[in-house]
């Protein structure tokens, strides 16, 4: 299936813990994005690349590091994680404007 | 700053029931405003893209219209599949690529 894919689905840890979420699509698109969805349902936009190039960087502490090994590919390590962190991650692509949206990595820190 | 606004928060329907959904706006330079549907532990899924000003598209049930100021996304006949949350989000002109999303309505469609 052509899709974007997202792991792991659930990702529980401790406070100061390191973690990475990996993201795969193969839709052959040019950009991939990184979004957190909190508590209240709000959708933000933390990081955006363009063949692998960082191209969006919104204030998002400099814990959190995305890394992209090819344009397929857009990964997000994220050190000494606090409460705060936790919510829901989600990767996109896109090749115009429009945007699709792998199915998230709930993210628990304890 | 650019602002999306969506209504009502919640939304209960009986099935059958036909309503509309509102997403109003506020940016400069508007390059596209995108509706998405979102399930319970799911990512966003696209629905429909409208790109200027009277601009309408059809899906199944769902019909996006679109404004200076907001758009709407009417749902006829509604069944119980069509409950979801619906979000909207906009693309401006600034060079990026991010969507700015609202906060969503949740519909709840009861057979």
């Known amino acids: 299936d052509t899709a974007v894919s997202q792991t792991p689905k659930y990702l529980v840890t401790q406070m100061g813990n390191d973690k990475s979420i990996k993201c795969e699509q193969n839709?052959?698109?040019?950009?991939m994005y990184w979004y957190k969805q909190d508590s209240k349902k709000f959708l933000k936009i933390m990081f955006s690349?363009?063949?692998?190039?960082?191209?969006i960087n919104e204030t998002v502490p400099n814990r959190f590091s995305p890394k992209s090994p090819d344009k397929a590919h857009l990964n997000l390590h994220i050190n000494s994680l606090e409460l705060g962190d936790s919510a829901v991650y989600f990767c996109?692509?896109?090749?115009?404007?429009?945007?699709?949206f792998g199915p998230g990595t709930r993210l628990t820190v304890l | 700053e650019d602002q999306v606004t969506q209504s009502p928060e919640a939304l209960r329907l009986q099935e059958g029931e036909s309503s509309s959904l509102n997403c109003s706006y506020t940016v400069s330079g508007l390059r596209g405003l995108f509706w998405y549907r979102q399930d319970p532990g799911k990512g966003p899924e696209f629905l429909f893209t409208l790109y200027s000003a009277g601009e309408e598209k059809e899906k199944e049930r769902l019909k996006a219209t679109l404004t200076k100021k907001e758009s709407f996304l009417h749902i006829t006949a509604p069944k119980p599949e069509d409950s979801a949350t619906y979000l909207c989000?906009?693309?401006?002109?600034?060079?990026?690529?991010?969507?700015?999303f609202g906060s969503g309505t949740r519909l709840q469609v009861q057979p």
């Open positions: 989000a906009v693309h401006v002109d600034t060079g990026r690529r991010a969507l700015t």
């Open positions: 690349y363009n063949n692998k190039e960082l191209i």
């Open positions: 996109a692509s896109s090749q115009g404007s429009t945007q699709f």
């Open positions: 839709l052959g698109h040019d950009t």
